[in-house]
């Protein structure tokens, strides 16, 4: 256990999960309650989430164009915000000195930012040249501060509370004006094409914005809290890629 692997209710591994599909009850009474609450977790919000990309997407009058790129985009989006948002909290709260102090300066810094990039999507995407170029730049950004910044943070914890809410601030403001474009950019461009799939869209997004924490609990309790922000790299490459060009809705 450490910083970057905060577990310290963990004494287990992962492989002792097989324990749960065994037909001797001692095997199964082996598997610790946390993990065996995580696999639970991750089977329902699971079947929830295939539940809502794919019923709704029949039912549609209209289905959008591309709807599994679509569906990988919006999923994409709730995915990694919501591990970038963990991950934050987690590697500021050593630095703010609380974790409460953590949840009010990330989390407010965050949600600002994502709001002043969501209000100014369009000139944010068309600044940088495209919503994958958007993903480009933070990506650049959460490699830059997890390989460079963050390391540098331990020597600062002598700083005034102030100064460290500070410099919290402006480390996530940019990370947060990106993220904050992709959502109404793809939004926009979606009710453009088959307006009736907006609500389809916006509920792929809650859905795995939901899915998300539990990921991000498996995967920072095996790699760290370092890895799963570093995971929001790929994971926002992937949703920008699948971005679909705009073209003619197809009837249902």
Not at 63 to 83: D, I, Q
Not at 191 to 212: H, I, M, Q
Request: one cysteine or more; proline letters at 8%.
């Amino acid at each position: 256990m450490d910083d970057d692997r905060p577990f310290f209710f963990r004494y287990s591994s992962w492989r002792e999960l097989g324990g749960l599909f065994s037909a001797d009850p001692v095997m199964r009474a082996r598997v610790p309650p946390m993990e065996r609450s995580v696999v639970a977790l991750l089977i329902v919000i699971g079947a929830a989430a295939l539940l809502c990309v794919q019923l709704p997407l029949r039912l549609l009058s209209r289905r959008p164009p591309r709807p599994r790129r679509h569906a990988v985009f919006f999923a994409g989006l709730g995915l990694g915000y919501m591990a970038v948002e963990i991950a934050l909290l987690q590697r500021f709260g050593l630095f703010l000195g609380h974790p409460n102090y953590a949840l009010s300066v990330v989390l407010a810094s965050l949600l600002m930012a994502s709001g002043l990039g969501a209000l100014h999507a369009p000139r944010v995407v068309g600044a940088l040249g495209g919503i994958r170029f958007v993903a480009y730049a933070v990506c650049g950004l959460i490699l830059a501060e997890t390989l460079l910044a963050f390391p540098l943070l331990p020597r600062l914890l002598t700083l005034p509370f102030a100064a460290r809410a500070g410099l919290t601030f402006l480390l996530v403001l940019p990370i947060g004006v990106g993220l904050g474009a992709f959502l109404p950019t793809g939004l926009e461009a979606l009710k453009r094409d088959t307006p009736e799939a907006v609500p389809w869209a916006w509920g792929v997004n809650g859905v795995f914005s939901v899915l998300a924490p539990v990921l991000s609990v498996a995967f920072s309790i095996t790699w760290g809290m370092r890895a799963l922000l570093l995971a929001a790299v790929p994971i926002y490459l992937v949703a920008a890629l699948s971005y679909p060009a705009s073209e003619p809705a197809s009837r249902a």
